[in-house]
C-alpha cells in the first residue's frame, strides 16, 4: 500500500473526487448505522489488510478522541491516544485514519517506534460529511485494533479558503517545531510540530477567481531525535490547513529534535530545534 502521493494524483484528486463518491452519495451517514458494514470501510479493509482480523474493541490499545459535532468542518481536533507507553518489546510502530464519508477516506497514517516513548498523535482534519472515523493501531506483533468515532459536520473539503491561493502558497513552509513544558530525560515528554501551508484539497471554489485551485497540501512529516525517528505521517488534504502535530518523544540529557516536511509539489522545509532535559529522576506529569 503506498503512503505517499504522487504529483499527478494530487492535481488530478477534484475530478477524481466526484467519481469516487457517486457510489456512495445516497444518503448521509447516521450514527446508529453499523461501522462494520460501511461499504467504503469494507473495501479499504479488503485492500489494505488482506483479510487480517481487526479487533473492533480496541479502546484498550488504541483510543480516538473527536467531537461528536465539530463546530468547524474544515478544522475538526481529534486526538489518537495510546493507552501503552512504547517499549522495544512490545509498541505500536503504525496507527491508521479512516474518515469514511471524505472523498478520499483514507486520511494517512502515523509511524511510531520505541523512541517516540507513547504512541499518541493530536491533529486537526477535515470532514465532508456526516460519518464514521477510524483509528487502526497495527502492534510490533502484527495485530490490529481499532477505535471507531462518530462526527456531525459537513462541507470541510470543498469549504472555500479566506486567503488568496498564491499569496497563501508564497507563504508555505514556515515550520515551527517546540517541546511543551518542562522535559525530562528518559521520559516521554510532548512536542510540537506546526508547518505554515494552506493543504489545498481542490475541491473548494476560490472565492476571489471563481476557479477551483489544484490540490496541494503536505504530503509527509518526519521527526527524529538524536536523529532517530519518533515519528513520520504520511498525509493528504484531509489534514486541515497549516498542519499542526502534537505528539511524543523520549529526550536524552541532550539532544536535538527535527523535522522534515515535504510536500506535493516535492518542496521541502526542515525545523530544529535543541532539547535540553531536566535529570531522569525529576517529577514529570507527561505520563499518568
Given at each position: 500500500?503506498?503512503?505517499?502521493?504522487?504529483?499527478?494524483?494530487?492535481?488530478?484528486?477534484?475530478?477524481?473526487?466526484?467519481?469516487?463518491?457517486?457510489?456512495?452519495?445516497?444518503?448521509?451517514?447516521?450514527?446508529?448505522?453499523?461501522?462494520?458494514?460501511?461499504?467504503?470501510?469494507?473495501?479499504?479493509?479488503?485492500?489494505?489488510?488482506?483479510?487480517?482480523?481487526?479487533?473492533?474493541h480496541g479502546d484498550a490499545v488504541i483510543k480516538l478522541d473527536a467531537?461528536?459535532?465539530?463546530?468547524?468542518?474544515?478544522?475538526?481536533?481529534?486526538?489518537?491516544?495510546?493507552?501503552?507507553?512504547?517499549?522495544?518489546?512490545?509498541?505500536?510502530?503504525?496507527?491508521?485514519?479512516?474518515?469514511?464519508?471524505?472523498?478520499?477516506?483514507?486520511?494517512?497514517?502515523?509511524?511510531?517506534?520505541?523512541?517516540?516513548?507513547?504512541?499518541?498523535?493530536?491533529?486537526?482534519?477535515?470532514?465532508?460529511?456526516?460519518?464514521?472515523?477510524?483509528?487502526?493501531?497495527?502492534?510490533?506483533?502484527?495485530?490490529?485494533?481499532?477505535?471507531?468515532?462518530?462526527?456531525?459536520?459537513?462541507?470541510?473539503?470543498?469549504?472555500?479558503?479566506?486567503?488568496?491561493?498564491?499569496?497563501?502558497?508564497?507563504?508555505?513552509?514556515?515550520?515551527?517545531?517546540?517541546?511543551?513544558g518542562s522535559v525530562v530525560a528518559g521520559k516521554p515528554g510532548v512536542?510540537?510540530?506546526?508547518?505554515?501551508?494552506?493543504?489545498?484539497?481542490?475541491?473548494?471554489?476560490?472565492?476571489?477567481?471563481?476557479?477551483?485551485?489544484?490540490?496541494?497540501?503536505?504530503?509527509?512529516?518526519?521527526?527524529?531525535?538524536?536523529?532517530?525517528?519518533?515519528?513520520?505521517?504520511?498525509?493528504?488534504?484531509?489534514?486541515?490547513?497549516?498542519?499542526?502535530?502534537?505528539?511524543?518523544?523520549?529526550?536524552?540529557?541532550?539532544?536535538?529534535?527535527?523535522?522534515?516536511?515535504?510536500?506535493?509539489?516535492?518542496?521541502?522545509?526542515?525545523?530544529?530545534?535543541?532539547?535540553?532535559?531536566?535529570?531522569?529522576?525529576?517529577?514529570?506529569?507527561?505520563?499518568?
Amino acid at each position: 500500500m503506498k503512503t505517499a502521493w504522487s504529483g499527478t494524483r494530487a492535481m488530478t484528486i477534484a475530478s477524481l473526487a466526484a467519481a469516487a463518491l457517486a457510489p456512495y452519495a445516497v444518503q448521509a451517514a447516521q450514527p446508529d448505522d453499523d461501522p462494520d458494514k460501511v461499504a467504503r470501510w469494507l473495501d479499504f479493509k479488503d485492500g489494505a489488510f488482506k483479510g487480517r482480523t481487526i479487533d473492533s474493541h480496541g479502546d484498550a490499545v488504541i483510543k480516538l478522541d473527536a467531537p461528536a459535532r465539530a463546530a468547524d468542518a474544515s478544522v475538526v481536533p481529534i486526538a489518537i491516544n495510546a493507552q501503552f507507553p512504547q517499549t522495544s518489546a512490545h509498541y505500536i510502530k503504525k496507527i491508521y485514519l479512516f474518515i469514511d464519508e471524505n472523498p478520499e477516506p483514507y486520511a494517512g497514517s502515523f509511524e511510531f517506534t520505541p523512541e517516540s516513548g507513547l504512541a499518541t498523535i493530536e491533529t486537526r482534519v477535515r470532514v465532508e460529511d456526516y460519518t464514521f472515523m477510524r483509528a487502526i493501531a497495527e502492534t510490533n506483533d502484527g495485530k490490529l485494533y481499532s477505535s471507531v468515532r462518530f462526527v456531525k459536520a459537513s462541507g470541510g473539503c470543498s469549504a472555500p479558503a479566506d486567503k488568496d491561493d498564491d499569496v497563501a502558497e508564497r507563504a508555505a513552509g514556515q515550520v515551527r517545531l517546540q517541546p511543551e513544558g518542562s522535559v525530562v530525560a528518559g521520559k516521554p515528554g510532548v512536542a510540537q510540530v506546526m508547518v505554515r501551508h494552506p493543504n489545498r484539497t481542490g475541491m473548494a471554489m476560490n472565492q476571489i477567481t471563481r476557479n477551483y485551485a489544484t490540490a496541494y497540501f503536505i504530503r509527509k512529516v518526519s521527526v527524529t531525535y538524536a536523529d532517530k525517528p519518533v515519528m513520520t505521517a504520511n498525509v493528504n488534504f484531509s489534514i486541515s490547513e497549516n498542519p499542526n502535530f502534537r505528539f511524543y518523544f523520549v529526550p536524552g540529557a541532550s539532544g536535538e529534535l527535527k523535522a522534515h516536511i515535504e510536500d506535493t509539489k516535492n518542496k521541502q522545509w526542515d525545523g530544529a530545534v535543541a532539547v535540553n532535559a531536566q535529570p531522569g529522576n525529576a517529577q514529570t506529569s507527561a505520563m499518568k
